[in-house]
């Protein structure tokens, strides 16, 4: 006790020694663990400011990606670089009726309506860009599917037929072409082009990560489907060479391991 002021700085250096020990290994731990997750992160976000990543393989350049011989039309629809915006417009009239986004019954949730107050079955969500094509209504919407007891979202297009308001009947997307619901980031900009309906949508490829495209409705078999029109299969195959460029030597992408890197201090 006699001896404690005798020490009194020598402690508190070793208080501030602690402090800087522990003030660097946080620095540590955030330069190099939490930074390049949080940056892994939003490589992979579609809502990223240059959202499309575009690993080996893969190409979102849609303009490019079109069969030769496109339209002039067809060819502006790709370009067009604002096309996740394009959801106008949010209501119809078709057929003598008026379709619009009202509240759900007993819900805070927008479904899709008609004149009258009836809503649609099954309940529609976000419902837009309303186009009609071949004397049809057709709708870029969501419906809540309950499974099992989880819920998920059937997103896509969807088709009213005229004299039949009251019912949506679902045409495909991303999700009837085998990608998961949640691998699906939206659908935009419906629009009749040369006699044919299209939108666009973006997705995510195990094998190549965020990808782009063009679907199309496809009318030439006894039901209606919806086709990607620059893709087959849907999400890219990548080849990947010796060197890990893209070349010859197709491999499946699952088969790629992912190098690691060591890391001292």
Not at 1 to 26: D, H, M, Q, T
Not at 159 to 186: C, D, K, T
Not at 214 to 243: K, Y
Not at 249 to 265: D, I, L, M
């Amino acid at each position: 006790r006699r001896y404690g002021p005798k020490y009194f700085s020598f402690e508190n250096l070793l208080w501030v020694l602690a402090c800087w020990f522990f003030f660097i290994l946080g620095m540590y731990i955030v330069v190099n663990l939490i930074g390049p997750a949080f940056d892994e992160d939003r490589a992979l976000s579609p809502e990223n400011s240059d959202p499309w990543v575009t690993p080996i393989g893969n190409n979102n350049d849609l303009q490019a990606l079109l069969p030769e011989g496109s339209s002039d039309a067809l060819v502006g629809f790709a370009g067009d670089p604002d096309w996740r915006v394009v959801n106008a417009p949010t209501f119809a009239d078709f057929d003598g009726v008026t379709f619009f986004n009202g509240q759900a019954d007993g819900s805070t949730s927008e479904v899709l309506r008609r004149s009258g107050g009836e809503a649609v079955a099954p309940a529609l969500l976000d419902a837009r860009s309303f186009v009609i094509h071949n004397g049809d209504l057709y709708v870029l919407a969501r419906e809540k599917v309950v499974a099992g007891g989880q819920s998920s979202l059937r997103r896509g297009l969807w088709s009213i037929r005229a004299g039949a308001h009251g019912v949506a009947e679902y045409i495909g997307g991303p999700q009837s072409l085998g990608i998961n619901f949640y691998a699906v980031y939206g659908e935009a900009q419906l629009a009749s082009i040369d006699g044919g309906l299209y939108f666009k949508a973006e997705f995510e490829c195990a094998s190549v990560g965020w990808t782009k495209s063009i679907f199309h409705l496809n009318m030439t078999g006894s039901t209606d489907t919806v086709d990607d029109l620059l893709r087959s299969p849907v999400c890219p195959i990548v080849e990947v060479g010796e060197t890990g460029e893209a070349g010859s030597g197709a491999v499946n992408p699952s088969s790629v391991k992912p190098t690691a890197q060591y890391w001292s201090a």
